[in-house]
């Protein structure tokens, strides 16, 4: 059994956290004694570090919610929730390789620039004029 503090310690995250987790329904907050602290079980210590460990993957805070719903039903909704975040993922890929590119071509732009007084970087976030 853990205190509060003794679970956040253990699974490495701030008591805020272990509150916050509470809030957002992703945690029971166990029933507080007349006397003493909350206990904690290890179970509960296991939900943190499954959340942590989703978040790692990039799950959000409700794609794990669903993943905790899921988790006593069968693969296949597990899956397709993993594949869809895995789609989101390979979009965003999509539009960082745009962004790097379009960056890396202004940098280029930059230092074969002749005109001190005008940094292409600059003009390319300028509104164009009408």
Do not use: W
Not at 10 to 39: C, D, H
Request: charged fraction near 25%; hydrophobic fraction near 35%.
């Amino acid at each position: 059994m853990y205190t509060i503090s003794k679970l956040a310690k253990e699974a490495n995250v701030g008591v805020e956290t272990i509150r916050f987790y509470e809030k957002k329904a992703l945690l029971q907050q166990p029933i507080k004694p007349s006397q003493g602290y909350r206990q904690y079980t290890p179970q509960a210590l296991s939900r943190v570090l499954f959340i942590k460990r989703a978040q790692h993957l990039g799950f959000t805070l409700a794609e794990i919610s669903s993943l905790l719903v899921l988790s006593n039903s069968n693969c296949e909704e597990v899956q397709s929730l993993a594949e869809h975040k895995l789609d989101v993922i390979e979009e965003k890929l999509k539009d960082l390789t745009r962004l790097k590119g379009s960056l890396q071509s202004l940098i280029s732009d930059c230092k074969n620039n002749t005109n001190e007084k005008a940094c292409p970087i600059i003009q390319s976030l300028q509104p164009e004029k009408k």
